[in-house]
């Protein structure tokens, strides 16, 4: 499945003094992919989009932190 | 010339008074990457650029400001009433003792704002890469402070923050597109 | 203590709604300029801006000064609540 949130793991020392984080993920925003942005692509309405901070719903790509459920957010 | 307007881009809402929260995010006031930066460096890039991507540096520039308003409002609400014991025990205290609770051009370690932050190459390209990574770099570091932030109010407006930061990121690849366009060749594939 | 009426934030979110929409297609249109659905578009929402405006200010006083607003009398535009006040 295609998200827009990439990940790697770090080689892990029996050295490491920190408690390992295994997996380390990144953020690819859709701006990455779209290339020359089309015409007419689908747009939220004037509410939403102030809401999601784009008017197309392709751009829209919320961050949260590990601590906030990924609950809510605009239907893409 | 740039005429003012009474209104914030977006509601911003902080759900508690937390002045290390404010602490944090002075960093896109007045750091490398952050508000200040992006409006000045895009506005000054203008003078040295083709006359097809000015409009996109001022306009992008000019809702930079905007953003920087937002970032301001963020912090003034998060140490309105703070008290001196409040802001010492946020790490503030060093502050507090040059500014008392105003507001000051520097980033979240207390380095004062400045120029070398921002770039102007005179080179289209060279100038519009920066600013493509600049976009890339205020978003990451929207991310960061959303991981340090539990404040869920504040998190919705810096979410607003971060998702502008792509839609900039993207106008600015555009705009490379733009100048390195045949004359006469169609952009839509 | 000054109160703000609830009207204020309503009434404000629908502009700032209008105007967002009114950002991303300037922007848009910055790189795309031939495209006319997407500048009818920013036509339609440009005028509805107006008429939010106006209403707007007829409560709460002008948004903007330099004589892009009317002024009351007294010169209203140092009124509070100034944006990062409320
Ligand atoms: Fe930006």
């Not at chain 2, 308003?69 to 790490?91: N, Q, R, S, W």
């Not at chain 3, 009207?7 to 795309?32: G, K, P, R």
């Amino acid at each position: 499945m295609f998200t827009h949130y990439k990940s790697y793991c770090p080689v892990v020392s029996p050295f490491d003094p920190c408690k390992p984080i295994p997996e380390k993920v990144y953020s690819t925003p859709p701006n990455l992919y779209i290339g020359f942005q089309p015409p007419n692509l689908p747009q939220f309405t004037p509410l939403e989009a102030l809401k999601a901070g784009t008017l197309w719903k392709p751009f829209y790509d919320p961050y949260f932190n590990p601590f906030e459920k990924a609950k809510g957010g605009l239907p893409r | 010339m740039w005429i003012y307007e009474k209104k914030l881009q977006y509601p911003v809402r902080v759900s508690t008074c937390n002045p290390t929260l404010a602490k944090y995010l002075i960093e896109q006031y007045g750091g490398a990457d952050g508000e200040l930066s992006a409006a000045l460096r895009y506005l000054n890039q203008r003078y040295s650029i083709p006359d097809k991507v000015i409009g996109l540096l001022t306009d992008i520039g000019t809702e930079e400001f905007a953003h920087l308003e937002m970032i301001a409002t963020m912090i003034y609400k998060l140490t309105k009433d703070a008290t001196p014991e409040m802001m010492k025990a946020a790490g503030l205290g060093d502050h507090y003792s040059n500014h008392d609770n105003a507001l000051f051009y520097h980033n979240a370690a207390g380095v004062p704002w400045t120029a070398s932050y921002i770039q102007a190459k005179g080179d289209p390209i060279a100038d519009l890469y920066e600013d493509i990574a600049a976009e890339e770099k205020a978003r990451a570091t929207y991310q960061w402070i959303i991981n340090l932030s539990d404040d869920p109010d504040l998190n919705d407006g810096l979410r607003f923050l971060r998702e502008r930061e792509i839609v900039h990121s993207q106008r600015f690849r555009e705009a490379v597109e733009i100048l390195k366009d045949e004359q006469g060749k169609k952009k839509f594939f | 203590m000054k109160q703000i009426p609830a009207e204020y934030y309503e009434m404000l979110e629908q502009l700032q709604a209008v105007d967002f929409v009114l950002v991303e297609l300037q922007l848009y249109l910055d790189t795309h300029p031939d495209d006319l659905e997407a500048i009818k578009q920013f036509n339609h929402y440009a005028k509805e801006r107006k008429s939010l405006k106006k209403a707007f200010e007829s409560q709460f006083g002008p948004l903007q000064q330099f004589g892009n607003s009317y002024s009351g009398h007294p010169w209203n535009w140092n009124d509070p609540p100034w944006p990062w006040q409320v």
